[in-house]
């Protein structure tokens, strides 16, 4: 496999981006070839675990909503201290949810979980090739669990331009009315750790100590004639809390989804597009440009994963939620020495070591080879303490050796003498 140099790299990126003959590449919709996603048998961790929920090797706890939602986590290695609560009508499920009635997320790296009291579960699973596998069920009123199909519906948003056209995950910020609808919307098409504080958690509950001043969450809002009304809506307000797993919304919790949710957008539209521009199905990207465009790719993803452009903290950081960081930091992948890419910083970014811990995920491990080994050589670059790239002087040379170390100790995979 070729690589270009700096120098070279960037000459044919300026070259890429500035060539008519590219027009605006149309990249083949996920349905169609090379991609067939709705031909595909997914390999995600929820499809994984269906034999054994249906023939109850699994074992489920029927006696109540909330115990049969606690054993599922345990199954699929979700902590419910991960739990979400989202008031706004942002879902399938939008005529049960209200300030009244909140959504509940839970999530790990590669599952996400959906549930309305009184509603249907809604599961997320990533597959490393084909992205984002979406379910839709009734909670089973016996022992006997009902056959659990996919729901290809949900593709109409979950593959939509908002998150880059390729099978994701969605995540919104908007200021509900008082029965949830939304009144005004923020950060669309847009996600990630770089994204604005305040333009953050608007529809969502926002629990812990964070010292964020300027921010959506906790909110509802009324229209008249001087303009929106901010409206206060604390959690557990207006709904029973004892209803959920947990008594929080924390903002650990918050900022780990908003990292994730961007990593995996970005990460599985790329896969798709490479996947496409291989194929030789993208028409103006033909072979003479495929190494400009999937290093131009990859630059972008290594940019993301270093944490580049992260959005700034508050002054005194952010407290960590016990069990939520004792779950987080119980799957870690220690050096030696003790080092992890989830070892948390919080007081004035997220993490100490600034490479995402979603190296070991579904997202980044399912990439064509072609793109992996580029996003290996731009981290490679990005990583140099000899003639630094000035792109990544926010991380000083402490931290990206230490970075180089636990990425070469416990992420399987890297090119010889990386």
Partial sequence: MRFLSITAFFSALSAFALAPAFGEPEFPSFRAAPHEYLKRTPNDAFTQVLDDIHSGKAKLDHTSEKAYLKSLMGTLGISPSSQLLVFSTTSLQLSRISPRNPRAIYFNEDVYLGWVPGGQIEMIGI???????????????????????RATRCMNCHASSDVG????????????GPGGGSLDAFRQERTGHGIPFSERFGGWHLTGKHGIDEHWGNLTGELSPAGLRKIANPLGQSFRLDRYPVATSDVLAHLLLEHQVGFINRFISATYRARAVLAGTVP???????????????????RYALFAQEA????????????????????????KKGLSLRDFDLKTRIFKHRCSYMVRSASFQGMPKELKARVFHHMDLALRVDNPLPAYAYLPVAEKRAIREILRQTLSGLPKGW
């Fill in 127 to 149: 597959d490393p090739q084909w992205g984002a596998i979406t379910y839709m069920y009734d909670l089973p009123r016996t022992e006997t669990h009902p056959e659990i199909l």
């Fill in 165 to 176: 056209g390729a099978p994701g995950l969605l995540i919104s910020s908007v200021v509900p």
């Fill in 284 to 302: 103006e990207i033909a072979p003479p440009q495929t190494d400009a465009f999937l290093d131009a790719e990859a630059a972008a993803l290594v």
């Fill in 312 to 335: 700034k903290f508050p002054s005194g950081g952010i407290a960590v939620d016990p069990e939520l960081s004792r779950h987080f930091l119980s799957r870690a992948q220690r050096t």
